[in-house]
DNA sequence: AAACCGGGGCA
DNA sequence: TGCCCAGGTTT
């Protein structure tokens, strides 16, 4: 008779998955003082592991200790970053090491705080740090271990997103249950960098293949949620529909061959953008329309002001409130009378066009 | 061209 | 505190 399956939990189904097939034999794996992960961590953060294995080795026979490093100067140091890119990172990871001697004499602090103190040491590095040089255990998040997280737990949200991070940095520390929390760091890891990769993850060799919510729904492709697209900034325009009173002739003009719909003919139109902390529109619109007007021979009782809609282009939003006034003269600028059927055949804008189309079915 | 990456810096 | 960016590399 079998017994029922009890579940392992994560923490030791990820570690005896590190011990079977994670790496051990890295240059930063043995003899792991504060100051050997902490290279590691700050190199490895910016390059992947079999560039940073030799970088790695020079530096340490060079800067075998924190204060060798702190001596040197700083050109010596980025000498021997050099290639590595990032170099703000070698001069915090320098000034760092002579913070370490200065104010520490030598010793790094070992509590979270002090640690993310130092120049270059955030959270997740300070974390890395004392899980795996002292055993603390504290919970790391980098690219990795999102990765990981987000497919394992199935979550539909963007790992940049404030409350999702922080959920994450919970989750993290939730699963983290372990009494080798510096082993637990490294595997997570290496899972993420060697099985649970951006691209083609090798899930049928994942530990939690038989609960990842990403494998079991299929979404390991879609998983993380990549960053919404940036939102794109709105901008405003009013689009002056002239017309000669009671009947169909249009003021057209061409655009310029420079910008959005170079050279196309199209309505006249007003830009604007919305002064500094102002959100809504309607002032400022309000306000174009009277000057405008003011400086035109009419009376403003025929003027209409048509339903504002948005026209939107790859890099920004367009809201567009079309205004329809009867003229008896032209306005100043290039432009020319035309009849609406014929403004219709020039392959207008198709936004403009729309407006067009619209003041037609309602004017005539 | 766009995603990605932890930390730094700024309101 | 929360948000965004610099400075690069990778896809």
């Not at 051990?24 to 794996?29: M, S, V």
Request: glycine fraction near 6%; include cysteine.
């Amino acid at each position: 008779m079998s017994k029922p399956e009890t579940k392992q939990c994560f923490a030791q189904r990820l570690l005896d998955w590190f011990d079977q097939h994670g790496r051990h034999d890295l240059p930063w794996q043995h003899n792991k003082t504060p100051y050997r992960v902490w290279v590691s961590e700050i190199m490895l953060q910016q390059t992947q592991v079999k560039t940073v294995i030799d970088y790695y080795q020079r530096f340490m026979q060079r800067f075998p200790d924190v204060s060798a490093l702190a001596d040197a100067d700083q050109e010596t140091v980025l000498a021997y970053w050099a290639g590595l890119g990032y170099y703000a990172r070698g001069r915090n990871l320098h000034k760092a090491a002579q913070t370490v001697v200065k104010e520490w004499g030598g010793e790094f602090p070992q509590t979270l705080t002090e640690m993310m103190a130092l120049p270059g040491i955030g959270r997740s590095t300070a974390s890395a740090i004392l899980a795996i040089s002292h055993q603390q255990r504290l919970p790391i998040l980098d690219g990795n271990v999102k990765r990981v997280l987000a497919r394992y737990d199935g979550l539909p949200t963007w790992p940049g997103e404030r409350a999702t991070e922080k959920a994450l940095w919970l989750r993290a520390d939730a699963l983290m249950q372990t009494d080798r929390p510096g082993d637990y760091t490294q595997a997570i890891m290496d899972l993420g960098a060697t099985v649970c990769t951006r691209q083609r993850p090798v899930c049928e060799q994942c530990p939690f293949k038989s609960d990842c919510v990403a494998f079991q729904t299929d979404q390991t492709a879609t998983l993380p949620k990549r960053k919404p697209k940036k939102t794109k900034p709105v901008r405003h325009a009013i689009v002056w529909l002239w017309h000669q009173a009671d009947s169909d002739w249009i003021w057209l003009e061409r655009r310029p061959e420079q910008g959005i719909w170079g050279g196309l003919w199209s309505l006249p139109e007003t830009r604007f953008d919305l002064p500094e902390g102002e959100i809504e529109p309607h002032k400022t619109r309000q306000n174009l329309i009277k000057i405008k007007v003011e400086s035109l021979p009419v009376a403003t009782g025929d003027l209409i002001e048509w339903t504002t809609f948005q026209h939107t282009f790859s890099h920004y939003h367009l809201m567009m409130t079309p205004v329809s006034l009867p003229l008896s003269h032209a306005p100043q600028g290039e432009g020319q009378w035309v009849k609406v059927t014929q403004a219709l055949s020039r392959g207008l804008p198709a936004p403009i066009q729309k407006v067009i189309t619209q003041w037609e079915v309602n004017h005539v």
